[in-house]
């Protein structure tokens, strides 16, 4: 299951808006989750678009561009994929490229599922937040391939962090019930 999500926000967004409504908040989904007609509707409405994976989706960046422009706030899965083993994967220069492209900062997030090491459906997660980072602190300049690779790195680092955090409260909540 997903581990890590990146938030891209718009800037005019202010920062002490963490929770974003409904209507504000979209992410991108696997292209075939829409397949099925019924899903797709359900996840069209929830304020899913579709990406195919994989490939450069030009028209999937330009809808997460257009939404950023709109002051929606953009949910980009770091990874790019889900993790079969709970631990984290590589991240994908994806969330930056469009961080930086559109002048926003991204919101790191990391879903820590309780009880397993893999988030899995209706069952219990903290849910993260941390520091917004403004794109000009991701460190591009030019817009490179390394400084896009770096620039994730520096991101799934914060995610990592908030894992770590988290797991670490999660003990100290399970030993001080053993008491």
């Given at each position: 299951m997903w581990s890590s999500v990146?938030?891209?926000w718009p800037i005019r967004t202010p920062c002490a808006y963490l929770v974003p409504s409904a209507d504000r908040f979209i992410?991108?989904?696997r292209r075939n989750f829409f397949q099925f007609k019924p899903f797709g509707f359900i996840l069209k409405?929830?304020?899913a678009f579709p990406v195919q994976r994989g490939k450069g989706d030009v028209e999937a960046i330009d809808t997460a561009a257009e939404l950023l422009r709109d002051d929606c706030a953009v949910g980009v899965f770091i990874e790019g994929t889900r993790s079969k083993n709970g631990e984290f994967g590589k991240p994908k220069a994806g969330a930056v490229m469009l961080?930086?492209?559109?002048?926003a900062p991204i919101l790191p997030v990391c879903i820590t599922p309780i009880g397993s090491k893999r988030p899995r459906l209706f069952h219990r997660a903290v849910v993260s937040f941390g520091e917004?980072?403004?794109f000009e602190e991701l460190g591009i300049h030019e817009?490179?391939?390394v400084e896009f690779r770096n620039a994730s790195r520096l991101v799934m680092d914060k995610i990592r962090a908030l894992r770590e955090r988290?797991?670490?409260e999660l003990e100290e909540k399970d030993a001080s019930n053993h008491i």
């Amino acid at each position: 299951m997903w581990s890590s999500v990146v938030t891209i926000w718009p800037i005019r967004t202010p920062c002490a808006y963490l929770v974003p409504s409904a209507d504000r908040f979209i992410t991108w989904q696997r292209r075939n989750f829409f397949q099925f007609k019924p899903f797709g509707f359900i996840l069209k409405k929830l304020g899913a678009f579709p990406v195919q994976r994989g490939k450069g989706d030009v028209e999937a960046i330009d809808t997460a561009a257009e939404l950023l422009r709109d002051d929606c706030a953009v949910g980009v899965f770091i990874e790019g994929t889900r993790s079969k083993n709970g631990e984290f994967g590589k991240p994908k220069a994806g969330a930056v490229m469009l961080a930086y492209n559109n002048h926003a900062p991204i919101l790191p997030v990391c879903i820590t599922p309780i009880g397993s090491k893999r988030p899995r459906l209706f069952h219990r997660a903290v849910v993260s937040f941390g520091e917004l980072i403004p794109f000009e602190e991701l460190g591009i300049h030019e817009g490179s391939g390394v400084e896009f690779r770096n620039a994730s790195r520096l991101v799934m680092d914060k995610i990592r962090a908030l894992r770590e955090r988290d797991l670490r409260e999660l003990e100290e909540k399970d030993a001080s019930n053993h008491i």
